[in-house]
């Protein structure tokens, strides 16, 4: 079956970086599309960055440019370089990812999703 596993997530202090890796199987020939959500408590997801099928990388919070990059290292990995964070990134990360190519958040949003990873930023 299709799963997504998520790593990478942990607590760092405020101008520090991680990098989120999700590792997709169960797709016999690898997502189209990929990315990344994340979810604030008691708030729905929301999605922070894309890479379709056609290698277009899109980056919905306008917070996040120029901050958090998005790539795909192969047809199953995928990576979330996220630079100067700040507290308000704090939030649990989710991969997304879909048989069929997207185009929009709300596309990417309605495929397969990992189990979350929490990122933790303090002032």
């Known amino acids: 079956q299709v799963q997504l596993v998520e790593s990478g997530g942990g607590s760092v202090e405020a101008g520090g970086a991680l990098r989120l890796s999700c590792i997709a199987s169960?797709?016999?020939?690898?997502?189209?599309?990929m990315g990344w959500f994340r979810q604030y408590p008691g708030k729905e997801r929301e999605g922070v960055a894309g890479i379709f099928g056609d290698g277009t990388t899109i980056y919905w919070p306008n917070d996040v440019k120029g901050r958090f990059t998005v790539a795909r290292v192969n047809a199953t990995t995928m990576y979330l370089q996220m630079n100067d964070l700040k507290p308000k990134d704090t939030a649990v990360y989710y991969c997304?990812?879909?048989?069929?190519?997207?185009?929009?958040?709300?596309?990417?949003?309605?495929?397969?999703w990992g189990q979350g990873t929490q990122v933790t930023v303090s002032s």
């Open positions: 169960g797709f016999a020939s690898g997502p189209q599309c």
């Open positions: 997304a990812a879909r048989t069929a190519n997207c185009y929009s958040e709300r596309s990417l949003g309605s495929g397969y």
